[in-house]
């Protein structure tokens, strides 16, 4: 349920015309660590080179304002009367886009719209209220320092005992839950079921969520905890766990790997709308992310 920030899964390679042995989770934590690197900062779209965002409701529009010539100047101005190189609206449900009072393909929005040397805008559907569905329009700064300055995520060291085994209980009604977001804002995902597993010698029951209540399309599943790291080494909004690859929902067990948790890409960027945790694991989960802004 990342936006995303995706540990790497991991790809079987191929050596002398044969598969190679599959990767143990500790390898594929160390990819997916890489992975995440990449994604915070080295990619062209990579979320440390945002600068900034708009987030449309229908009705809304946008005005994209700078200088030629000064990356770092482009911003977006909810003026009406503003004016800059492009416009993005949205009524009806429909996108419109122009740049210099010209149009623009929805489909060209959402991969890239050229603006200046070392910027430019992309942009995609996402719920904007609880249940509410509008755009999320990013600008991009090549040179933006925030992912210049980015040193690498940090995790705790991958240990084996919490990779878990756990009974899952599907909820057959599949209840909408709606968490309040790192913005002010709400946001809607389906609570799907919740698995028990022993940790530390203690019997958890944890929740998990999808962004869709149709069991026919329910592929992956997300927990967002908080435990008793959260605020003291782990970030202070909780962390989350995915889960994917267990075949038709729901499955009877699951597979999680809290060496996988990860912080919510609003740890280190305001630009997303992100849940705050609620269900708790009652333990110090010395694994996974690590809170950024906490000296290690």
């Given at each position: 349920m990342r936006t995303r920030l995706i540990l790497a899964a991991g790809f079987a390679s191929l050596a002398l015309g044969a598969a190679a042995p599959p990767q143990t989770p500790e390898q594929v934590w160390k990819a997916g660590i890489a992975d995440a690197n990449e994604a915070w900062a080295a990619r062209p779209h990579a979320i440390l080179k945002i600068q900034d965002s708009a987030y449309l409701h229908d009705g809304d529009t946008a005005v994209l304002t700078g200088k030629t010539g000064e990356p770092g100047s482009y911003r977006w101005s909810h003026d009406p009367n503003a004016r800059g190189a492009l416009t993005v609206a949205l009524h009806g449900g429909k996108i419109a886009v122009t740049k210099n009072g010209k149009p623009v393909a929805e489909s060209v929005l959402t991969k890239s719209i050229p603006i200046d040397k070392d910027v430019d805008v992309e942009?995609?559907?996402?719920?904007?209220?609880?249940?509410?569905?509008?755009?999320?329009?990013?600008?991009?700064?090549?040179?933006?320092?925030?992912?210049?300055?980015?040193?690498?995520?940090?995790?705790?060291?991958?240990?084996?005992?919490?990779?878990?085994?756990?009974?899952?209980?599907?909820?057959?009604?599949?209840?909408?839950?709606?968490?309040?977001?790192?913005?002010?804002?709400?946001?809607?995902?389906?609570?799907?079921?919740?698995?028990?597993?022993?940790?530390?010698?203690?019997?958890?029951?944890?929740?998990?969520?999808?962004?869709?209540?149709?069991?026919?399309?329910?592929?992956?599943?997300?927990a967002f905890f908080t435990d008793d790291l959260t605020g003291k080494g782990a970030y202070g909004a909780g962390r989350y766990v995915d889960i994917d690859s267990f075949g038709a929902y729901p499955p009877k067990t699951i597979t999680i790997d809290f060496n996988n948790a990860y912080n919510p890409n609003c740890a280190r960027s305001k630009h997303f709308t992100c849940p705050v945790a609620i269900d708790n694991i009652p333990l110090a989960m010395k694994v996974g992310e690590k809170d950024p802004h906490a000296t290690h």
């Open positions: 942009g995609q559907p996402t719920q904007v209220d609880a249940g509410v569905m509008g755009w999320r329009i990013f600008v991009f700064n090549q040179k933006n320092p925030d992912a210049l300055n980015f040193k690498g995520v940090s995790y705790f060291p991958y240990d084996p005992a919490y990779r878990v085994t756990a009974n899952f209980k599907p909820d057959p009604k599949r209840p909408p839950h709606v968490f309040r977001t790192s913005r002010g804002t709400d946001k809607q995902f389906y609570r799907v079921g919740e698995a028990a597993f022993k940790l530390q010698g203690k019997t958890i029951t944890l929740p998990f969520y999808s962004g869709d209540n149709d069991p026919k399309k329910i592929s992956d599943m997300s």
